[in-house]
C-alpha cells in the first residue's frame, strides 16, 4: 500500500501524489482507495487499492535505478521505424505500460528522429509527454530541482542521437583499387 504524500506513476497520466486513502463507494460496497492528483495533467483521480495492478500504477524508482536510467538514456536508440503510425502506435504503447525503461526508449527514439527530420504534432506530443515524465519522475527519485534534471536528461538525449546512425539504404558499389603494375 502507498502511503499518504508519497508518489506513484501513473502510466499516460505520469507522476502522481497520493493526497489520501479513503474509503468511497463502487456500487454497493465501499472500498479503499487512492486520492491522486497528478500535476501535469491538474487532474485528481480515485483509484480502488485493489485495482492498483491493473492500472500498472508503481512507485517511483529508487535514486541508484534513477541513476542507472539516466546511463540508459545516453545509449544509441533502437532502430527506428520509419512508417510513422507503426512508430507512433509502438510509443503510445511504450508510454501506457508505465515502465520507465519504456518511457526511456519513447524518448530516445523521438528525440533522435526530430533530429532526421520534423515529428508530426502528435509525435511532439508524445515526445513531451515522456520526456516530462522522467524529468519529473528523477526529479523526485534524485531529490534535485527540476531545471537541473532537465539539463541531464537534454544531454544525456544528445549524446543518444550522436550514436545513432542513419542506416544507408543505396547499395555501395565495389571499385577495386589499380594495381601498381598497370599503371
Known amino acids: 500500500m502507498y502511503k499518504q504524500n508519497s508518489y506513484v506513476v501513473y502510466p499516460m497520466y505520469g507522476i502522481c501524489k497520493v493526497l489520501e486513502i479513503n474509503k468511497s463507494k463502487v456500487g454497493d460496497n465501499l472500498v479503499d482507495c487512492y486520492v491522486l492528483h497528478c500535476e501535469t495533467e491538474n487532474i485528481t483521480v480515485k483509484v480502488p487499492v485493489s485495482r492498483v495492478k491493473d492500472y500498472r500504477i508503481r512507485k517511483i524508482v529508487s535514486k541508484a535505478t534513477s541513476i542507472e536510467f539516466l546511463e540508459l538514456l545516453e545509449c544509441k536508440p533502437d532502430d527506428i521505424e520509419n512508417n510513422w ?8 504503447e511504450k508510454l501506457k505500460s ?3 525503461r519504456d518511457t526511456i526508449e519513447v524518448a530516445r527514439t523521438l528525440f533522435t528522429r526530430n533530429k532526421l527530420k520534423e515529428l508530426s504534432a502528435s509525435e511532439k506530443r508524445l515526445y513531451e ?6 524529468v519529473h519522475e528523477f526529479s523526485i527519485a534524485l531529490k534535485k530541482d527540476r531545471e537541473e534534471i532537465e539539463d541531464m536528461v537534454s544531454c544525456a538525449l544528445e549524446k543518444s542521437a550522436k550514436k545513432f546512425k542513419v542506416k544507408n539504404t543505396e547499395k555501395k558499389v565495389f571499385v577495386p583499387k589499380k594495381n601498381k603494375k598497370e599503371d
Do not use: C, H, L, P
Not at 85 to 92: A, L
Not at 129 to 134: H, L, R, S
Open 85 to 92: 503510425k507503426v512508430r507512433s502506435q509502438i510509443n503510445e
Open 129 to 134: 509527454k515522456a520526456y516530462i515524465f522522467i
Open 98 to 100: 508505465g515502465e520507465i
